[in-house]
């Protein structure tokens, strides 16, 4: 069975960084797998985060993170990882990875389209 693993959050100040991992098992990624990072604030709605390609180099990223986040990826280790600096109180959520396929940059966005699932991790920011 495929499982998703996230790790790596916690709690930060303002201007603080994390890096979230991924790790996948259970799965043999395709020539059109893209692995992504959403999150999820209390009474809010799952967000997209950012975007990569399996067998790709380039992220694409939400307005709100863009500059500040940086997707990666080490397919030795089926790992996709979420580089996360300069945090702000607004970035509290709880962050998930998800994999889909056959989709590209803003197209991944919709958390609809994704079936796999992490169990995700909390990821807090004090002022």
């Known amino acids: 069975q495929v499982q998703l693993v996230e790790s790596g959050g916690g709690s930060v100040q303002a201007g603080g960084s994390l890096r979230l991992s991924c790790k996948v098992s259970?799965?043999?990624?395709?020539?059109?797998?893209?692995m992504s990072w959403f999150r999820q604030a209390p009474g809010k709605e799952r967000e997209f985060v950012a975007t990569?390609?399996?067998?790709?180099?380039?992220?694409f990223y939400t307005d709100s993170v863009k500059g500040r986040f940086t997707i990666s990826k080490d397919n030795a280790k089926n790992t996709v990882y979420l580089q996360m600096n300069s945090l702000k109180p607004e970035d509290t959520a709880v962050y998930y990875c998800?994999?889909?396929?056959?989709?590209?940059?803003?197209?991944?966005?919709?958390?609809?389209?994704?079936?796999?699932w992490g169990q995700g991790t909390q990821v807090t920011v004090s002022s």
């Open positions: 998800a994999q889909g396929t056959s989709c590209s940059g803003d197209g991944c966005s919709d958390a609809k389209k994704y079936n796999l």
């Open positions: 259970g799965h043999t990624f395709s020539i059109n797998d893209v």
């Open positions: 990569i390609r399996w067998y790709g180099s380039s992220g």
